[in-house]
């Protein structure tokens, strides 16, 4: 799902690019919008899975314990 917001992001960049950037603007600004709605959404979707796979490790931790040692 992260992957398909990365590419409309990027859909969405590629052709408003035109209308944003002034005529005169260097050539590496077109391949800056190309790449960098990659890294920022690659950058979101690491930082999501890893806290869900946190929260998900923490979870089974809880589940293995001892009921006794939970209602202390």
Known sequence: MGGS???AATA????????W?????PHWLGLAG????????????SRTVRRY???MQAN???LELP???LTK
Do not use: E, Q
């Not at 969405?12 to 209308?19: A, P, R, S």
């Not at 190309?34 to 690659?42: C, D, N, Q, Y």
């Open 60 to 62: 089974k931790l809880n």
């Open 67 to 69: 009921t006794s040692i």
């Open 12 to 19: 969405f960049v590629v052709v408003n690019l035109g209308h």
């Open 34 to 45: 190309w790449i960098a709605p990659t890294l920022l959404g690659s950058i979101l979707i």
């Open 53 to 55: 796979r946190a929260r």
């Open 5 to 7: 917001y990365i590419s």
């Open 21 to 25: 950037l002034p005529a005169d603007a």
